[in-house]
Each structure stands twice: as C-alpha cells, then as structure tokens.
C-alpha cells in the first residue's frame, strides 16, 4: 500500500524550532519529487514547500523562506521540514504528499499523509 | 501568485442530482489543474488533475473541464459520500495555488 506518515509535530513557544518527518512506503520514494502543503485550523490549504526527487532543488512560499528548510533522504524513504523561527501564524496541519509522477517539480498531488499538527503559541 | 477563486463558496445540492463547482485563475494556468475533496478530519483527495484526467480510483460521475483561466468540476449524480469540500489547484506557476474551496451540502 502506498502511504505516507508525518510526524514530529506538537506544541512549540513562538520563536521556537520543529523538525517534522514522512516516512514514505508502498512505492520508490527516490522517484518522486515530494511537497509540503499546510491547513490552518478552519482554514484552506496552503503551499509550503517543495524538493525533487534527488533533493538538488526545492521551492518555498514567501511566507516560509528563510525560515522552513525541505530535506529529503532517500535512503531512508523520509522526507523532512525543518522549522525554525516559528510565529503564531504557522499553527496548522501539516502534510506530506506526493507528486503526480512527473519530470518537472511542481504538479498534482496523488498522496496525501494524514497530517501533524503544529501549534505554535505561548 | 496567481489567485484562484472558487464559486460558490458555498452550494445545497439534493441527493441524485448534478453539482457544478467554478474554479477561476487571475491569469492563465493552461490546463495545469487539480481538483481535489476533502472531508472533515481528512486528508485532500485527488480527483481530477490536466484539468480533466481522473485520477485512479475516481468514479466517472466526477469530471473536469476548462483551460486558461475558466474550470468546472462536474459531479453528474450526487451519492451521500460527495458532500465534503472541494478545492482546485493550479500548478502552472509558482507559487501553486489553492482556491479558497466550496463546500458542497445536502440539500
């Protein structure tokens, strides 16, 4: 079975550092550019990041650049976000998911992990 | 950033019956469009990507048309499980995307 499993994530101060992790089964993680799309509680979805599928590029969205850095090992099937400086504003869900099988980064998403969540407050 | 504005936000639809959700970018993403439903407590699904290609496992109730700057997701024959909320993508440029979703009730 295909799938994808988030963890890392939890209650952090404002100003504070998260590493979340996906660990990837079910298919060759080493062939897939791989993304991070985040939910606000309530709220839509929003793009966070990307990273090709040998890790030589990656995306981020303005409102995490600087900030959030994409690594992948594929070694070990598992994707990571590193999160550092963290504001109120990046409380949400975080996924993983995977790219339509594609040459180019960006893309549809055809698997999604359940989620982790982040909350970032004092 | 290309902004993609869903309508409506909200829509009643009757069990059986046709829904038609709108999908509008700021400028042209060609046919790089997704459609994607989620329901409370899960996870996105993909359901239509090109625009109009279902992705696997997809009914054939759902379908997907438009290019440029106009979208249509169609579900033909509403079943119990579709009421949830839809979102598009573009994927066209960066930064991708999302509306800003419909949700889909019963009526």
């Known amino acids: 079975e295909v799938q994808l499993v988030e963890s890392g994530g939890g209650l952090v101060q404002p100003g504070g550092s998260l590493r979340l992790s996906c660990s990837a089964s079910?298919?060759?993680?080493?062939?897939?550019?791989m993304h991070w799309v985040r939910q606000a509680p309530g709220k839509g979805l929003e793009y966070v990041s990307a990273?090709?599928?040998?890790?030589?590029?990656?995306y981020y969205a303005d409102s995490v650049k600087g900030r959030f850095t994409i690594s992948r090992d594929n070694s070990k099937n598992t994707l990571y976000l590193q999160m550092s400086s963290l504001r109120a504003e990046d409380t949400a869900v975080y996924y993983c998911?995977?790219?339509?099988?594609?040459?180019?980064?960006?893309?549809?998403?055809?698997?999604w992990g359940q989620g982790t969540m982040v909350t970032v407050s004092s | 950033e290309k902004v993609m504005t869903q309508s409506p936000a909200t829509v009643s639809v009757s069990p059986g019956e046709r829904a038609t959700l709108s999908c509008r970018a700021s400028?042209?993403?060609?046919?790089?469009l997704a459609w994607y439903q989620q329901k409370p407590g899960q996870a996105p699904r993909l359901l239509i990507y090109g625009a109009s290609t279902r992705a696997t496992g997809i009914p054939a109730r759902f379908s997907g048309s438009g290019s440029g700057t106009e979208f249509t997701l169609t579900i033909s024959s509403l079943q119990s499980e579709d009421f949830a909320v839809y979102y598009c993508?573009?994927?066209?440029?960066?930064?991708?995307?999302f509306g800003q979703g419909t949700k889909l009730e019963i009526k």
């Open positions: 400028q042209s993403v060609s046919s790089n």
């Open positions: 993508q573009q994927y066209n440029n960066w930064p991708l995307t």
């Open positions: 990273i090709s599928s040998n890790g030589g590029s990656t």
């Open positions: 079910g298919f060759t993680f080493s062939s897939y550019a």
């Open positions: 998911v995977r790219r339509v099988a594609g040459t180019v980064l960006s893309g549809a998403f055809d698997i």
